[in-house]
């Protein structure tokens, strides 16, 4: 199968995270997307980070039973900081009948370079890349690049948090399931 994979924090997932990873099974050539959780992005801080099973669980409660779409807690049980290399070596020795991709934003890719070994990546990976607002894509000659026009939508997993940090309603930011777990649990407070 082909296997496009959605790395991210997911702290918490949003539905900015949901259309992007529908779009990309409609139109991104690929059989499924995979939602591959983090524990520790190596460019971003942890203080702010809900536990990772906690993270995972509230991906599984947006993807309901859409069986275009997966979570992965690959990286639970890999080295941490997470890095993309890393993960993707393992999923490869691990799957060797699936074909995988990166999905990642044009803003992603524009700061490619600072990624752990980004020469390999791209040596070695296709990428399925949807355009963010004042990021251009102009991908390497070597690189194998899906461009996609996904519809956007200006929204993070920053204001979801801050707005329940203000008392603020989070509803229609995320699935419903996914506030009421929040809600339950405290989450984020
Ligand atoms: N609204 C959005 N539309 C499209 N892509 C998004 C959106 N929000 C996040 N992404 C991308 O999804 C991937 C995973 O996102 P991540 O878990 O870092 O969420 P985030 O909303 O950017 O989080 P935070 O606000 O905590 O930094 C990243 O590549 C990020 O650029
Ligand atoms: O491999 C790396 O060097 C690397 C550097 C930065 C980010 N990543 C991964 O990319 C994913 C999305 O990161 P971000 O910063 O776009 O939210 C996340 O899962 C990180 O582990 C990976």
Redesign the pocket.
Known sequence: MKIGL??????P??I??L??ASHVANHGGVDQVWFVVSPQ?PL?PSA?LLNEHQRLHLVHLSIDDDPRLRVSDVEFRLPRPSYTIDTLTYLQEKYPQHQFSIV??S??FSNLQHWKNYELLIKHYSFII?K?PRFDVTPPQDARVTILD?P????????I?DNIKSGKSIHYLVHDKVREEIERNHYYR
């Open positions: 959605y790395f991210g924090s997911f702290n997932i949003h900015g995270h259309i992007i992005n971003k702010l990642m934003g803003d992603s949807y963010r996904a956007l939508l200006e929204l993070s997993a920053t204001v948090r």
